[in-house]
């Protein structure tokens, strides 16, 4: 395969190794060399062109789009989206998918390339190349390069861990044995160590499931001393910048520190310490040498909570138009607004403020994790420019509610009991209900295409991907002789 790159060797440096390697390069020194030296893996981003007024057919381009794709589709996070821009853009443009076998590759164990369907190296025959991988699995770098170059581009998306933990216990609570014994998601946190066994059957959906995702390793838990009401470190301690969706300039500040307190709850006539904060579940060098890891791997990282944001710097970066990132909400949970802000507590009772410090603080890898992705997409904004960023996500939104009048009976999103096409049907997992799309009548034969790749949800969309790539054989009657009459 020939030399390797920085990059790529940096790439290879996989999360399985980061627990052996960080007590190596502590000693010597090597890890804040890492950290501090030119370890992030930068990409020149080329500038998107907007066009003028909306339309169903993607712009014309003066550079070359990017269609060599890695997304790492999180749990609860808005990635059904994402997949969907991605299913519509590469069907309309001929791209080759690499698909599990059936919806998830091999999740929550780690990916393997032995999975994507079609991928046959060991035969010696000429391997038909892959352009996106963009399904449900745990991250594993070193095999996914065996599938996708080292040169496509990687991206993901991450959620603020307290809206994400109301989604997951809604949506897994048959799933995860530590929500099913909970009565509540606000019994749940009050004293979560009642509830969550690490490596218990679907617990991973119980704490830090951006982490797990990533397929970052996890440091060993241990419980700090009965009484100690102090939190450890915060893994970045400087304040992060909030900019509330479509707000413009004017910022709010958030300082992880204030969210990250022991909250101690009374449980069998004993004291004890239930928030994770008090536990040390590693350094923050341990924390800051893994995300450093993910900046050297991930070309950009989306936020949920700014979800037109992000898609205007992916369009950016990949050189799309802006049509190819309109699309509808998918996956989205009745009574749920998808891309709300949560990072802000203005507006909450006091028990939601309650709530919500408490899921951070329990999936602390997370919030670490949204903290530091959160700074890097404002660093990015910054550098587009937020008045040409509120003019594009001004136009986004335009395009998307002109397509949803064009394309939806109703202009919205309906309840699933109403959707008789089991085309868009989508599908329903969990407490609440999954909303999905019904087309309008009298479309014409181009827009009724275009409408159907807007609407179709994520599991019909990739049936329809595998048949188009692996269409089956017919096999064709053998020819015998006519029976002879009687």
């Not at 989604?167 to 004293?191: I, V």
């Not at 903290?371 to 937020?386: C, D, M, P, T």
Request: charged share 20%; hydrophobic share 40%; with cysteine.
């Amino acid at each position: 395969m020939g030399p390797l790159s920085p990059a790529r060797t940096l790439r290879l440096w996989g999360p399985r190794s980061l627990g052996v390697a960080l007590g190596v390069f502590m000693t010597i020194g090597f890890a804040l060399q890492l950290l501090g030296g030119p370890f992030q893996r930068r990409l020149p981003g080329p500038q998107l062109r907007q066009p003028s007024a909306p339309s169903l057919r993607p712009a014309l381009l003066s550079c070359a789009p990017r269609q060599r794709l890695v997304f790492l589709k999180t749990h609860k996070s808005g990635s059904s989206s994402v997949l969907s821009l991605l299913h519509r853009y590469g069907d309309r443009h001929g791209l080759r998918f690499a698909l599990p076998a059936r919806y998830q590759f091999g999740y929550p164990r780690l990916f393997q390339a032995s999975r994507v369907k079609g991928y046959r190296p060991q035969t010696g025959g000429t391997q038909l190349p892959f352009h996106i991988l963009c399904h449900h699995m745990r991250f594993n770098l070193k095999e996914v390069l065996q599938v996708m170059p080292s040169d496509s581009f990687f991206f993901s998306i991450v959620r603020d861990p307290a809206a994400l933990a109301r989604s997951a216990f809604s949506y897994y609570k048959s799933t995860s044995s530590a929500f099913r014994k909970s009565p509540s998601l606000a019994a749940f946190l009050a004293n979560p160590r009642a509830f969550y066994r690490p490596g218990a059957r679907g617990d991973h959906y119980a704490r830090n499931l951006l982490w797990f995702d990533f397929g970052l390793p996890f440091p060993p838990e241990k419980r700090a001393k009965r009484g100690s009401l102090h939190p450890p470190r915060d893994p970045d301690p400087r304040q992060l910048q909030v900019l509330p969706s479509g707000a413009g300039p004017r910022a709010q500040t958030l300082n992880p520190n204030a969210l990250i307190h022991p909250v101690s709850t009374v449980a069998d006539h004993r004291s004890q310490i239930s928030s994770p904060a008090s536990f040390d579940l590693g350094s923050s060098s341990f924390i800051q040498w893994g995300l450093a890891w993910l900046d050297s791997v991930f070309d950009l990282v989306m936020v949920a909570e700014y979800f037109d944001e992000s898609l205007v710097l992916l369009a950016d970066a990949l050189c799309w138009g802006l049509d190819d990132v309109v699309g509808f909400m998918h996956n989205a949970q009745a009574g749920r607004k998808q891309g709300l802000s949560t990072v802000s507590n203005s507006g909450l009772t006091a028990e939601d403020r309650q709530l919500t410090a408490r899921a951070r603080a329990w999936n602390n890898l997370d919030w670490a994790l949204y903290v530091h992705f959160n700074r890097s997409l404002w660093a990015r904004i910054e550098k587009y420019g937020q008045r040409r960023l509120q003019t594009a996500v001004a136009e986004l939104r335009a395009r998307r509610e002109a397509l949803a009048k064009h394309c939806l009976a109703g202009g919205e999103a309906s309840d699933p009991k109403y959707i008789t096409d089991r085309r868009f049907r989508p599908f329903q997992f969990g407490s609440a209900k999954v909303l999905g799309y019904i087309l309008r009548s009298g479309l014409s034969p181009q827009d009724q295409e275009e409408c159907e790749r807007l609407a179709t949800p994520e599991l019909q969309y990739k049936d329809k991907l595998d048949a188009k790539q692996f269409p089956p054989t017919v096999s064709l009657p053998l020819k015998t002789s006519r029976p002879l009459s009687p």
